[in-house]
C-alpha cells in the first residue's frame, strides 16, 4: 500500500509527464508550421514518450491500490524561433524532470518504500537518455549554425525517429 505522501507525489509526477508531453506537442506543432516536417516529428514522438512516462505511473498507482488523480495541465510555450531554442529548452526542462524523479527516489527512501524506488529505476536511467539526445541535438544544431544544407540533412534525420513503446509498457501483464 501506498503512503498518501508518496501517492500525492506520483501523482504529481503523472502531471509532470503529461505536461511534458504537452510541451513536446506544442514544439512539434510549431516546426511543423515553421516547415520543418522531421524537427515536427521528433517532437511528436517524444510527446508519446512522456504520454508513455504517464501511463507508467498510472499503471503503478493502481498496481499498489492507490488511486490516480489527474489534474489540470498548465499551460504551455507557443513559440521558438530556432531549432536550437527549442532543444535548449528541452534540455533544461528534462534536467528539471530529472531532479523531480531524483526527489521522488528519495521520497521513497525514506519512507522505506522500497518497490517505488524499484520502479523508479527505469526513470533514472531514462533521464540520462532524454538528457543526452536533447545535448547531441543542441550539438548539431550548434555546428551547422546557419547552414541552409546542414538544417535540410538534419531535418531528414529527425523525420526518421520512430516511436516505440516504453519497455515498462511493453512488458506490462506478464
Ligand atoms: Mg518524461
Do not use: C
Not at 507525489?9 to 509527464?17: D, H, K, M, S, T
Request: charged share 25%.
Amino acid at each position: 500500500m501506498l503512503s498518501k505522501k508518496m501517492e500525492d507525489a506520483l501523482n504529481e509526477q503523472i502531471n509532470a509527464e503529461l505536461w511534458s508531453a504537452y510541451l513536446y506537442l506544442s514544439m512539434g506543432m510549431n516546426f511543423e508550421a515553421a516547415g520543418r516536417p522531421g524537427i515536427a516529428n521528433w517532437f511528436k514522438v517524444q510527446f508519446k514518450e512522456e504520454q508513455d512516462h504517464a501511463l507508467i505511473f498510472m499503471n503503478y498507482i493502481n498496481s499498489r491500490g492507490g488511486k490516480v488523480v489527474l489534474k489540470p495541465i498548465a499551460e504551455v510555450p507557443v513559440k521558438w524561433d530556432t531549432p536550437l531554442d527549442a532543444f535548449v529548452a528541452t534540455l533544461e526542462h528534462e534536467r528539471k524532470v530529472t531532479s523531480l524523479i531524483n526527489n521522488l527516489f528519495a521520497l521513497a527512501e525514506e519512507e522505506k518504500d522500497y518497490a517505488t524506488r524499484e520502479n523508479l529505476k527505469w526513470f533514472v536511467t531514462e533521464q540520462v537518455e532524454v538528457e543526452e539526445n536533447a545535448q547531441v541535438l543542441i550539438d548539431k544544431f550548434r555546428l551547422i549554425g546557419d547552414n541552409g544544407m546542414g538544417h535540410y540533412m538534419l531535418d531528414q534525420e529527425l523525420a526518421a525517429r520512430v516511436y516505440t513503446v516504453a519497455a515498462p509498457l511493453a512488458t506490462a501483464g506478464e
